[in-house]
């Protein structure tokens, strides 16, 4: 069965408040942030550094890797860090939490820089030289990015092209077994068409490869161009590979009958989903892959570890969350070409 969320967006859920919840939320933040501020004074800072790489080298390196996150939005950045300390993070990585694949182990490493500041002159050379220091430090060879980073350094030249195509294709083969599985668990015929969305983006073109190897009908849908007319009230899958706010543009253009498989980071917003909620398209969101990280990664990406995160070995499943309401399950599993039996719990 499909690992679904367990949390997913109810239109009929009213939050509760109380003066003790506010107190007992407040103390939460705190502490938060406050382990943020002890991470970067005991751990982040150079000796410190030095110290877990001379002991990652004592002990045949159990953290071969690292993993360098940033926020989607201001809003995560005052979730997790004072705002006093905000601008010293935009480009140097602190240590922020561990996270286990199998039998690997690796470090995650976070900013607080968001996209808006990846376009600013000289930020993202200078956040290489930053991982690129730790790294050596740590004794660790692979530095890995979230969402939209590889492929930003690459553009600017800080990034090799191999590493970024290497990266692109193991995050495509995920996708491509998510969209294998929930094909399988929505008993979709082979026949039912892709939209890829995002077709001809780093991740986006070995995908393609993948889906046409397996005889799939691929409409790749990027920039500009238009949503095959021709499919227009027939059920789809419409896969989302492609950057921030691609999937909301297209919203005016779809239809009753598509089934969305997101991969792009950060997942779509409850604004959005309320929108696809009203005409009638449910939302499944890869979080990544199975693993462990401690502490969780928050909202639908608890419980796993993001695709660009994974580790270089070994073929990764899927983990796919649910984010649509219950109501809209039930729909989708009296449609015809559904059954309800295999539509996960």
Not at 47 to 76: D, E, H, M, T
Not at 185 to 213: C, M, N, R
């Amino acid at each position: 069965m499909i690992p679904t969320s367990r949390t997913h967006w109810n239109p009929r859920r009213t939050p509760a408040f109380s003066a003790s919840g506010t107190k007992g939320r407040t103390l939460k933040n705190l502490c938060r942030k406050s382990l943020v501020l002890l991470s970067i004074v005991f751990l982040s800072n150079p000796l410190s550094l030095i110290l877990l790489g001379l002991l990652n080298r004592l002990f045949f390196r159990p953290f071969r890797s690292f993993f360098v996150i940033y926020p989607a939005s201001q809003r995560y950045v005052d979730h997790y860090g004072f705002k006093f300390l905000q601008p010293h993070l935009k480009k140097t990585p602190v240590i922020c939490g561990i996270y286990f694949q199998g039998r690997t182990a690796g470090l995650i490493f976070g900013i607080s820089g968001t996209e808006s500041d990846f376009k600013k002159p000289g930020f993202l050379a200078e956040l290489k030289r930053n991982t690129d220091q730790i790294a050596r430090r740590l004794g660790i060879s692979s530095v890995k990015y979230s969402g939209i980073l590889p492929s930003a350094m690459h553009r600017i030249g800080v990034l090799e092209p191999l590493e970024l195509k290497r990266r692109s294709s193991r995050v495509a083969q995920v996708v491509f077994r998510a969209e294998v599985e929930l094909r399988r668990q929505l008993s979709f015929e082979p026949e039912t068409p892709v939209i890829l969305l995002g077709g001809h983006g780093s991740v986006g073109t070995p995908l393609k490869q993948l889906l046409l190897a397996e005889n799939r009908r691929v409409y790749t849908v990027d920039c500009d161009d238009p949503m095959p007319e021709n499919l227009r009230g027939t059920r789809v899958i419409l896969i989302d590979v492609a950057r921030k706010g691609a999937l909301e543009q297209r919203i005016p253009q779809m239809w009753e009958g598509i089934v969305i498989l997101n991969e792009t980071y950060p997942a779509p917003r409850r604004s959005t989903l309320q929108q696809l909620e009203q005409m009638g398209i449910p939302v499944f969101h890869i979080a990544g892959v199975k693993g462990i990280a401690l502490p969780r990664f928050p909202g639908v990406y608890s419980g796993g570890i993001p695709c660009c995160g994974m580790s270089d070995s070994g073929n990764h499943q899927p983990l796919i969350q649910y984010l649509s309401s219950e109501s809209l399950r039930e729909q989708l599993a009296q449609q015809p070409a559904a059954s309800s039996s295999n539509i996960a719990a």
